[in-house]
């Protein structure tokens, strides 16, 4: 198990099927919270406009879904899913980017 590193103040603590940033329902959120969440969605939404410009992003991908679709793929496991496809974590990745890419076909 590796040591805490005294100089770093942001050890994390938290186990693997507890919430880091969102609570795991979006209808618990503090409601002190809702100008945050609100400035959130303002920023990401400038951030997949110049995603779409710059054409890394495909058409009607939204910031929720982006962000929806990061934490899917970044959620623990029960399986071990490397032991059915060794490589399996970095297909993921690019499959989600080629995913976000092509956008929403109609």
């Known amino acids: 198990m590796p040591r805490p590193n005294p100089r770093r103040t942001n050890q994390c603590t938290l186990k693997p099927e507890e919430p880091v940033f969102v609570p795991a329902q979006l209808s618990a959120l503090d409601p002190t919270l809702l100008p945050e969440l609100e400035k959130l969605i303002a920023g990401g939404d400038r951030f997949i406009a110049r995603g779409q410009a710059a054409g890394a992003i495909g058409p009607g991908v939204t910031h929720l879904e982006f962000v929806t679709g990061l ?8 399986v071990d ?4 496809q060794p490589d399996i974590e970095a297909q993921m990745v690019d499959l989600y980017l080629a995913g976000v890419r092509a956008g929403h076909q109609e």
Do not use: S
Not at 71 to 78: D, F, G, H, K, N
Not at 81 to 84: F, G, K, N, R, T
């Open 71 to 78: 934490l899917a793929l970044t959620r623990p496991r029960t």
């Open 81 to 84: 899913l490397a032991e059915y």
